[in-house]
């Protein structure tokens, strides 16, 4: 098992593709800065740690190649580690853009650039899982009710059986490179629906409450004071 | 409607029971500080500003009851609009035991005592909802991916079908208060499922995603960094 794991290749393909609408910023927030750094720093950063023999593919817009160039720079020593693509149209096809440089067999997480609080401690808990079940997919409990609307109005769901889903979603390279060889359909909202549409089961694993989507401007204050707490703790 | 609107009588039942056994903490989260005050005092004083005839029933363990006239004390002038309770075993009970203090006809919010962060705006666009439609259900849009736990796996939910419901659940006096004269049942996970099951249909309205309720050490530094940037913007 352990000589298993230090020949299994590792990629991690970060998707960076927002728009940054919701944040009403002209900076993608991609880039926005949280500790001086653009969130995607943040990210890569958490993989590179992770694994000393994990390659990051940053799947961000053809019109920031440049920006992530920079960013990729940043790394020093660490900057053959990082490979930039442009994306696509869809998630699904800037995932697919990715996967292009991932080589058969390894361990591939797919993560969202903007889920900048990621550990290495959920990164090498999703990679054992996947090691053992062909798949992880983080995912925490909800702490609100929630609802499920109708038809013609709505029900409360049974708050043990709700999953909230984060990334990095991780699979074997064998169940993830086939899945996405086909054409892009609408119920493909994540990498674990394309590869349940292939016929596979898709196994989750705890996740962390921290591991937030930078989405509105809130949530980048939030991330700040998580990452001054974090390094305080440090 | 003006006049409807000032004589409507208005009490919000503020419910602080938690134990705090998710804080890792021996201070119950009710009574944790922030900004120097405790969370439950951030919450009644955005009920007692958003309308000067509101009252507020607080209902908390017995053995808080002398913290409770602590903190009501400190709202000087304000500290006859504020009546503490002592709750029961379950929050159906504690919503039972603050709503005794209700006359009808009102308007009555019941709100989670560690949900410091609710704003005047949304209580009184919860009020106006109430009173046109008889209740006022908080809900926002799920940011990540939803899935629903099954019998043997799990299946993804359209996320455009699912809501994360918050407080203050409001509603007219009529409705609410025959719908807590029963028994407790396992499926009153909250007001709207009392209402709901006495018959009633519940109307959503739109929350607020920094709405929070503290659960983890990590929201209440979340919570005061919303609070800071609130008084910066003032």
Redesign the interface.
């Known amino acids: 098992m352990r000589i298993l794991q230090a020949i299994m290749k590792k990629f991690a393909v970060i998707v960076a593709g927002g728009s940054g609408q919701r944040m009403n910023s002209a900076v993608p927030k991609q880039f926005m800065l949280l500790q001086g750094k653009p969130l995607v720093w943040h990210a890569i950063n958490a993989f590179l740690s992770a694994y000393e023999d994990l390659q990051v593919i940053l799947v961000l817009p053809a019109v920031h190649l440049q920006a992530a160039e920079k960013i990729r720079r940043s790394f020093l020593a660490e900057e053959t580690r990082i490979f930039p693509v442009a994306g696509g149209e869809s998630r699904f096809q800037s995932v697919k853009n990715g996967l292009a440089l991932v080589t058969d067999p390894s361990i591939v997480f797919v993560h969202d650039g903007v889920r900048c609080l990621v550990t290495p401690d959920l990164i090498t808990r999703c990679y054992t899982q996947a090691l053992e079940k062909g798949s992880a997919i983080p995912?925490v409990r909800?702490?609100?009710?929630?609802?499920?609307?109708?038809a013609d109005?709505?029900r409360?769901?049974d708050?043990?059986?709700?999953?909230?889903?984060?990334t990095p979603q991780t699979f074997q390279s064998q169940l993830l490179l086939p899945a996405f060889d086909r054409e892009y359909d609408e119920s493909f909202?994540?990498e674990?629906?394309v590869v349940?549409a292939a016929g596979h089961?898709v196994w989750?694993i705890e996740g962390e409450?921290?591991n937030l989507?930078i989405?509105?401007p809130?949530d980048l204050?939030?991330a700040?004071?998580?990452l001054q707490?974090r390094s305080s703790l440090q």
């Open positions: 995912a909800a702490t609100d009710s929630i609802r499920i609307i109708t109005s709505h409360v769901a708050r043990n059986d709700v999953r909230i889903i984060q909202t994540d674990a629906t349940e089961r989750l409450h921290e989507k989405t509105r809130a204050l939030i700040e004071t998580i707490e």
